[in-house]
């Protein structure tokens, strides 16, 4: 393709008018109904004439030496193609990692967390590699656990990684903490003496997984040049594809990736799980390598949300204005470093929330533990935040004796703010309108399950068909949150997304090939491209060519990200192939009438017509046998990086917003909690497809509720060994446990943003938590500090 | 792992004896997922999906016969009206899908105190028909459990059926989990009222080593019932009698901490279970809301 890379420069501002199939309609997904009738295809049903299996043995201990490692008997056992260690690794580079390459591909003398790789087997039916696996021997010698703040800097901690020389060493006050990332703006001290009240609260987030339903996997099939091409499921491919053509010793061009059927990834398919795993044992067998993970070993095969600590101190004047805030964010980054140093920037500049604060004085850090590695989840470092700040505006309001929503309100920041960073806030901010509008909402009747007669309806209850209350110690509750988050990669990271779009007639008829390495995680991206495409090129028929690495990047699907970028690439791309259309019309046709000339030009129903409506061609005259196929990438505007003493930096691209009000039932002698409505508010700029944008609020809603009433990995402090890795302990929402959720959406355009859209995936996720913990507290009166809710912590019996 | 297909009960029995250490499997709901989690490797399974009599049952006049592979869906569709207890806890079993494969047989062979049926058998009394090729006998319901995840069977002895007392007036059955679906117990309780003999029953689950019946609860109640005439007079009962009702079935919890629950939790979630099905079902026997034998929901 590279020969039709090339500018054709800058695309007229033409707005095109509205086309079937365009921009705006509720389209509907085109792999929707194969999800629902189970006939998609997903990574793991992937099969290969000839193929093995792969199977990735892992550590037992969370912190150990390895003494020896026995591979003999799983060797010796017929079926079994080959058995890989660290000492088996072909090239001279042995880690990956997003960031940092801290991350051993396969156990190098030492394990630093409970599930890490040390070895992997390849054989002719995934039992036989299982069975295998189990023969190896390994001889642990175990070391002392780190596993929070006080372990990880004590005097005589041991250093996760001794000699570690990544591009935050310098600056991290314990090479025990990846990143640390302060904020200092305006004077504290001085605005505290202006507070007439000081509310102070700590708090524990705990560590959620994404629970995506697809499992890791993928398939790995040898070249003959040597190379070897990987299908696989992920959320980056150009970002796997540097982390693995380095361990297999190959050039990028000999590692061809193919996006295959992505079973949902939320920020857990960034970080590299059986990709060089499945690659590594293709190339040492020659033979096509397929590896799926169980769902107990997803629960390792992938980072998680990370658990954080949180201590705030906010003062506000009687009349309500917020002084200042301090805070604190201990997030622990587990063995590795992940996404950390990401988080850790996102956790404190979004620290303060969607608050006018002027004076502030933050500090975030991330912790190296033996804890399991953490990394992205939708929200990203704003998730914990916004479960803290928002508890303290509740906790604030409550000292004045003022209503919890008009107190945000006056505080609410908006267009012109001015961030802790020092970042004006260039675009509409509507969280006062945010607010208002879920608070405006009817509040759903009381006591829903009562019948005409006939008991209780006890569905309606808290325990549900478990029938454990007949309305016996119900309470109600009604909280209120809001929360903001950034859009797109922050921090002066060269973000950008590559679109190429080919525009050919076949059958007589004018159609657009849209080709990106975005990764279809579920979010609707090949939906909305489709659309962006006969918006923009006024065709009905538009190809969405598999997602791979033939062509350049897209970018990660996450930060809310891919409609602005992927979706803002395609948009230009086709904007510079309507452009060549039109200079080849121009070329054909130009003397046939004068509007070729002058007019501003659109291209409608499969015709180029003027904007009074007059058509000049057909699309398809004018192409006749000829392709235009180009391919350009699309970039945000620039940010800049956090100064590292102050955190001064317009360090992102784009904030968005959501609000929730929360109505919960408590069983307040059981614990036990009902969520009845989860009403939401948020602005999304332009609705490219109603239906996926609701779909999305819904989702992140649902995963913020999930946080906040039974989602954690539960880690042993005693031994740093994962506790529930299984869909039985580790718990997510029901279609039960979900409440409706009425969505009120703003479109209020960024004018910075491809058709002014603004991200939506990740603001609902944050809001939610802290709205359902503020109706659980109105409910029972607790002061709850740590999410998720247990019925333990309501009822006394921890 | 071999797989046994037996074609008949006779052949079943059989097989069970000439290789003892075979696993049945019916719906396959427990023994499959401890089969994948890699947590058990049966060096047989013996597969009674092709046994019709064990998906077949029988309303006497006292007792319903229940064939061990009914599957809990017909239960709760069928048997409401006599077996309300067991069709409540029918209810609470994990998805429609697996209630329309998983069956009381099952719950019993594999005797896990989290089990969601066995507070209900115990509550409503009952007795086990197991079978082997040397003949079969009952076990009664209250000396089936001998351990954890252990029970009274034979290494050569099938579950059939269960006898169930049908229930002569209300029965109750509620589980705590931290979901409102889908949910592993973090404790269960079932109670029975037994108008015929003038007495009431309890079980548990998920709060001692095998599922119990909470028996000094039972005998207070029985006795304080009969005390003040209620059964005759048909009052309403003492928020006291309630209360200390609660207390014991909560003191005859021995739970444990484990990931899903703590123990301070499961015996404070039974006691308020029990006093809770207490009232619902003694105001049931009063007949104060016109609610049927077969209990809310």
Known sequence: MAQNTRTVGTPTNVTQKHNKGGIGESTLRPDGTLKVTGEFAYSSDMWHEDMLWGQTLRSTVAHAEI???????????????SVLTYDDLPAEMKNYGLEIQDTPVLANGRVRHHGEPVALVAADHPETARRAAAKIKIDYRELPLVTDEASALAADAPLIHPGRDDHHSGHVPHPNIVHRQPIIRGNVEEARKRADVIVEGEYTFGMQDQAFLGPESGLAVPSEDGGVDLYVATQWLHSDLKQIAPVLGLPEEKVRMT????????????????????????????????????????????????PAKLWYEHGATKDGKITHM????????????????????????????????????????ALYTNNPPCGA????????????????????????????????????????TIMPTGQVVDSPAPVAELLRRVKARPLPPERQWETAGEGADVRALPGGLSNTTHGEGVVRGVGYAVGIKNVGFSEGFDDYSTARVRLEVINGEPVAMVHTAMAEVGQGGVTVHAQIARTELGVTQVTIHPADTQVGSAGSTSASRQTYMTGGAVKNTCEAVREALLEMGRRKNGSYHPAWAHAELLLEGGKIVTDGGEVLADIADILENEAIDLEL?????????????????????????AAHRAVVEVDTELGLVKVVELATAQDVGKALNMLSVVGQIQGGTTQGLGVAVMEEIIVDPKTAKVRNPSFTDYLIPTILDTPTIPVDVLELADPNAPYGLRGLGEAPTLSSTPAVLAAIRQATGLELNKTPIRPEALTGTL | MDFLRPASWEEALAAKAEYPTAVPIAGGTDIMVEINFDHRRPDYLLDLGRIELLREWEVGEEVTKLGASVPYT???????????????????????????????????????????????????????????????????????????????????ELIKSVHIKNATGPQQYSKVGTRNAMVIAVCGFGLALHPDTRTVRTGIGSAAPTPVRA??????????????????????ITPSIAKQFGELASAACNPIDDVRGTAKYRRHAVGILARRQLVWTWEQYRGTNGRSLEGAA
């Open chain 1, 259 to 306: 996006l295959s059927g992505v079973g949902g990834a939320f920020g857990g398919r960034e970080d590299i799980s059986m990709q060089i795993h499945a690659c590594l044992l293709a190339l040492a067998t020659n033979k096509p390598v397929k590896i799926v993970y169980n769902r107990f070993e997803s629960f390792f095969g992938h980072v998680h949300r990370h």
């Open chain 1, 633 to 657: 990438e699309f970039r945000h505007r620039p940010t800049a990086a956090f100064d590292l003493k102050t955190g001064q930096g317009d360090g992102h691209v784009q904030y968005t917003f």
């Open chain 1, 377 to 416: 989840m939708r929200g990203f470092g704003a998730v914990q935040a916004c479960f803290a700040y928002e508890a303290q505006m509740d906790k604030l309001a409550a000292k004045l004796g003022m209503d919890p929503v008009e107190f945000r309100q006056l505080n609410a920041m908006e267009m012109g």
């Open chain 2, 74 to 156: 017909q239960i709760m569709e069928n048997l409401r009206a006599t077996l309300p207890g067991l069709a409540l806890a029918s209810h609470t079993v994990a998805s429609p899908q697996i209630r329309n494969r998983g069956g009381v047989g099952g719950n019993l062979g594999c005797a896990s105190p989290a089990g969601d049926s066995h507070p209900a058998l115990l509550a409503a009394g009952c007795e086990v028909e197991v079978e082997s090729v040397r003949g079969s006998r009952m076990i009664p319901i209250d000396e089936f459990y001998t351990g954890v995840k252990r029970n009274a069977l034979a290494a050569d």
């Open chain 2, 215 to 236: 028996k000094a609860a039972e005998e207070f109640l029985n006795a304080a019932l009969e005390e003040g005439g209620f059964w005759d007079n048909g009052k309403v």
């Open chain 1, 326 to 365: 301090k805070c604190r964010i201990v997030l622990d980054g587990g063995a590795y470093a992940s996404a950390s140093p990401a988080v850790v920037g996102n956790a404190s500049s979004l620290s303060v929330g969607p608050y006018v604060v002027d004076d502030v004085d933050i500090e975030a850090i």
């Open chain 1, 67 to 81: 003494v020896s490692i026995d591979i003999s008997e799983a060797l010796a056992m017929p079926g079994v193609y």
